[in-house]
C-alpha cells in the first residue's frame, strides 16, 4: 500500500513539473538538496539547522516511509525543481501527515458518507 501511494505522488509530481514547465527530483535522508542554505530533508529532521513552522509555530518533523511517528508531522517526501530552475525560481515540496489531522479528515469523511 505503501509503494502505491509512493508511486502516485511520483507520477503527480511529474505531471504537475510537467504542467509548470519544471523537472521535480525526490529527495530523502542521505540525499537532500540545498534549498536556500539548508539540506532537505536531513536539515529539517532530527537537529534541525532551519527550524520548520506553520503560521510561525514552531514543529518537529520526523522522516517517516509508512506516515506514523511517534510526536510531531510525519515527513514522508520532499520534491524540489532547485537543480533545474534559476534563483527565485526555485520551490520545494515537504509533503507530510500529521497524525491527528488525519483522524479528523478520516472521522469528517465518514461521517459525510453515513
Not at 527530483?25 to 530533508?41: D, R
Not at 532551519?50 to 520534491?79: F, R
Not at 507530510?96 to 479528523?104: C, G
Amino acid at each position: 500500500m505503501v509503494c502505491a501511494k509512493k508511486a502516485q505522488l511520483q507520477q503527480f509530481m511529474a505531471d504537475w513539473g510537467q504542467r509548470m514547465n519544471q523537472t521535480y527530483k525526490e529527495y530523502t535522508p542521505g540525499n537532500s538538496i540545498n534549498f536556500n542554505g539548508v539540506q532537505a530533508p536531513d536539515g529539517l529532521v532530527g537537529n534541525v539547522t532551519m527550524q520548520p513552522a506553520i503560521d510561525q509555530h514552531p514543529i518537529y518533523l520526523e522522516w517517516s516511509e509508512n506516515g506514523q511517528v511517534k510526536d510531531g508531522y510525519a515527513l514522508v517526501a520532499v520534491y524540489s525543481d532547485a537543480e533545474t530552475q534559476p534563483e527565485m525560481q526555485k520551490h520545494l515540496y515537504l509533503f507530510t501527515i500529521k497524525e491527528i489531522l488525519m483522524a479528523i479528515c478520516i472521522l469528517e469523511q465518514q461521517i459525510m458518507q453515513s
